[in-house]
């Protein structure tokens, strides 16, 4: 694949007043982080996109799956006071001895449970938001941008599923002067990859596994489009941080570290890789959203291995980073 786009400027399709074409453009988003200093360059803000099409099994936000709306219940926070299932205008919950129970046949996550709530048990996951009220979230913090060469971070989930709205988000940001980095997992058309290029001063790319069947299995999908998208950007110009979470039992061999640093050989333009060692944080996460975390029992990877790992790819020419 050639490095030319068959696609003009993004700034075209809105023209060439972001804030005159783009407030009714909205997007769902579930935070956003203030302060990042794990995103990419200098202090940043992060934006959490919600919607991904992987299912990782170490996945630390699972708050971001799924693309619409949900309502976390944390039980430990729960008082047992009944103020959450009164609101519900859909007799969705009911309470319980220990806890309130949702009738999820009956619920349609208006959130008016999480409303109601004192203590944050019943918590709403996802906001929408227009650009030009992102946008101004995100100024907010300009000064330290400025002052410690940052910026803002879309990441998710998986932020390219909501093309439009990270389109419009980039190019408000970009007409602000602001540096913008996008994390994405690859798994998006290549189209929308070269849409978004000109708006994007850095991709943080994820490369799990090399093995398609490995990654199907630890995925659910198939690196296949993945790679091809890396490689599109490498060919294109694109500066791209390679950004591989270290999972304990699932990609951290030789033979995957092997196959990264033969991929990236071929290559010449990516030479940034970010080791992002796995942690255990997220249980309590999936525990309020009703899901199974299924390395719930997994250990970090000792700090010898993570060390190893960094020589071995920087012996290669790479420069390593552990740490996002």
């Not at 959490?48 to 039980?75: D, M, Q, T």
């Not at 519900?88 to 009956?106: F, G, M, N, S, Y």
């Not at 489009?225 to 490689?231: A, C, D, H, P, W």
């Amino acid at each position: 694949m050639t490095a030319q786009s068959t696609f003009p400027d993004p700034r075209q399709r809105y023209g060439s007043s972001v804030h005159n074409h783009t407030p009714s453009v909205t997007g769902t988003i579930f935070d956003v982080m203030r302060f990042a200093v794990n995103d990419g360059p200098g202090i940043r803000t992060t934006v959490f996109l919600k919607g991904c099409l992987l299912s990782c099994w170490w996945c630390h936000n699972p708050e971001g799956l799924h693309r619409g709306i949900e309502v976390a219940y944390r039980v430990d926070r729960c008082i047992l006071c009944g103020e959450c299932v009164d609101a519900c205008p859909h007799r969705a919950l009911a309470l319980e001895e220990t806890r309130v129970v949702r009738d999820e046949a009956q619920c349609v996550l208006c959130g008016s449970c999480a409303d109601a709530c004192y203590t944050e048990a019943q918590e709403r996951i996802g906001r929408d938001i227009s650009v030009r009220d992102l946008l101004q979230e995100i100024l907010k913090d300009r000064v330290f941008y400025d002052e410690s060469g940052g910026g803002v971070t879309f990441s998710g989930g998986e932020p390219l599923l909501q093309f439009d709205f990270l389109l419009a988000a980039l190019l408000a940001c970009k007409e602000q002067e602001v540096h913008t980095a996008v994390e994405t997992s690859g798994l998006t058309s290549t189209e929308h990859l070269d849409r978004i290029r000109a708006a994007t001063d850095l991709f943080l790319f994820d490369v799990k596994l090399v093995d398609e069947e490995r990654h199907k299995r630890f995925t659910g999908v198939s690196n296949t489009r993945i790679l091809e998208n890396l490689r599109f950007l490498a060919s294109a110009g694109a500066a791209v941080v390679v950004r591989l979470p270290l999972i304990p039992g699932v990609n951290d061999d030789d033979a995957n570290i092997d196959a990264l640093a033969e991929l990236l050989a071929g290559l010449e333009t990516i030479r940034e890789v970010h080791l992002l060692p796995y942690h255990a944080g997220a249980s309590a996460k999936y525990r309020s959203l009703g899901m199974r975390a299924r390395m719930a029992d997994a250990r970090p990877l000792p700090r010898e291995r993570v060390e190893a790992i960094a020589r071995s790819l920087s012996a290669r020419g790479y420069t390593v980073q552990i740490g996002g």
